[in-house]
């Protein structure tokens, strides 16, 4: 498989440290809030990323981290913690914001055919793992303490901009522009690793550590939670591409000075979701949610497979005209679909017929994982002349890795279509009507498809066999 790694700013083979294993880790939620829409395009578009590993052989081990604590308003280590302004703005204590939001996300994800990751792990679990990281860190005089924080020295690093040719001057405009420069820091770049009591004193959540009683900077849980399951060797890394600069730069930064090597080879980054009006917020305009959208009449698996029509690399526009069209595209699908899953004889699965029509899907999601080609190779399916089994059988394996529940969608629109237990009454006339369709008495047959409409109910002839619907 080929993908494009941040790293190296190319499309590369994927060839991960030990054959036939990927060891992958996915930067988590903040849970203060709802997830947005935006946030769920990259876990939808990672969960596709894992799938195909596993549908191309690899045993993969994939974990997230749940940020609970840390992270704060600003990316750049001011402002309050998001956790504790979520508690303030719903008066709750921060463990029962964390773990409300936790489940909300999940019940997202569930909705939108997200497999859970193999570990999750909340930062607030992991305290002692992070002081064992920075108090190591600290000997190798990668970390300093000033004004009460521990703060990673980047001057230590040879090359600490890993993802980009950043200058520090480039990085001092956006200090002027939003937030006001710390002092303690030795340089413009450098990061907290741990906050004390001396800075921070509304923090709610705070720990003993060999620095005072304080609480971890955001950046710090990744590379321990990831160090502590995935081992010293990571193969590949995800996250939306707003973390690139500063989170995984800083996590490279902690990761690689406290292991005296590199750490991940690949870094997968999603591009975000915009609204007409910009960058998607959790403030401002409408609050784009999961559930909003149900409210509204969409199944969430419209939005998956929006999300799935274009390419994870390339920002994507939200509308709900957008959204329609793909909901008028996943309906029509479905329609395809329930008319093989419907069909009186299904014939065998033809193997070559088989291999020969995977190859397309195969092809376009080791290019890059291009799910808008690997739907056209859905598409090229049911174009195909072959048998409905083998169809059925294509889409089932396709769907493993799309997740879009196209089966059992079309079994559902079936039922639906039929209206449930279709009157005695209708299907004796049924029953009349292809005795006449079969003597070629076919002013009979249309009486009789008069009469069976007058009860509610349509009837028709398709390559399938006799199909009844309700009206
Ligand atoms: P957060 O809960 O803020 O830590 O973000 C969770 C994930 O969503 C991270 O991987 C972010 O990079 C990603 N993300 C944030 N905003 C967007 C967006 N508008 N579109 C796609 N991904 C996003
Ligand atoms: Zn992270």
């Given at each position: ?290 559930s909003l959208l149900e409210s509204k009449g969409y199944d969430p698996l419209i939005y998956r497979f929006f999300c799935l029509q274009s390419h994870y690399r390339k920002s994507l526009v939200f509308t709900y005209e957008n959204l329609d069209n793909a909901k008028a595209a996943y309906e029509k699908l479905i329609g395809r679909i329930s008319a093989l899953v419907s069909a009186e004889d299904k014939g065998d699965v033809i193997s070559d017929d088989l291999e020969g029509l995977k190859k397309g899907f195969i092809a376009a999601m080791n290019e890059d994982l291009n799910t808008s080609n690997a739907i056209t190779a859905l598409y090229d399916v049911l174009k195909a002349d072959t048998t409905p089994a083998t169809k059925l059988a294509l889409i089932e ?75």
């Open positions: 498989m080929n993908i494009y790694n941040t790293l190296t700013h190319r499309i590369e083979e994927f060839i991960p440290n030990e054959e036939g294993k990927v060891a992958m880790y996915t930067c988590g939620p903040t849970v203060y809030h709802y997830a947005h829409i935006g946030n769920l395009r990259s876990y939808i578009m990672e969960d596709v990323l894992e799938k195909y590993l596993r549908y191309d052989g690899y045993n993969v081990k994939r974990v997230m981290n749940i940020t609970d604590v840390g992270h704060l308003t600003s990316d750049g280590d001011t402002g309050d913690d998001k956790m504790l302004k979520g508690a303030k703005r719903e008066h709750k204590t921060v463990m029962e914001i964390a773990k409300f939001y936790t489940d909300a996300f999940f019940e997202d994800c569930g909705k939108l055919n997200i497999k859970t990751p193999d570990v999750v792990a909340p930062a607030t679990q992991c305290i002692g793992d992070f002081i064992k990281v920075i108090s190591a860190l600290i000997e190798k005089g990668f970390a300093y303490e000033s004004g009460g924080n521990i703060y990673f020295d980047t001057s230590k690093l040879e090359d600490y901009y890993v993802f980009h040719n950043f200058s520090e001057e480039d990085l001092e405009v956006g200090v002027r522009e939003g937030v006001e420069e710390d002092t303690n820091k030795k340089n413009k770049a450098d990061f907290v690793l741990w906050f004390t009591k001396s800075k921070f004193d509304s923090q709610e959540l705070k720990w003993d550590s060999p620095w005072g009683v304080g609480y971890p900077g955001w950046h710090i849980e990744c590379s321990c939670i990831s160090m502590k399951n995935l081992g010293e060797y990571l193969d590949i890394h995800c996250g939306g591409v707003d973390n690139i600069f500063p989170h995984h730069t800083n996590e490279i930064a902690q990761s690689e000075a406290y292991l005296g090597h590199k750490w991940c080879n690949y870094w997968f980054h999603v591009h975000h979701l915009n609204t007409n009006s910009g960058k998607m917020s959790k403030s401002k305009g409408e609050f784009l949610t999961v394996d396709f769907d493993r890795v799309l997740s879009l529940d196209l089966k059992a969608a079309a079994e559902r629109y079936l039922e639906e279509k039929k209206g449930g237990d279709i009157p005695q009454e209708v299907l004796a006339l049924v029953e009349e009507r292809k005795s006449a369709r079969k003597a070629k008495d076919f002013a009979r047959a249309d009486e009789l498809r008069d009469r069976i409409a007058a009860l509610g109910y349509a009837v028709k002839e398709t390559r399938q066999g006799t199909e009844i619907t309700k009206l």
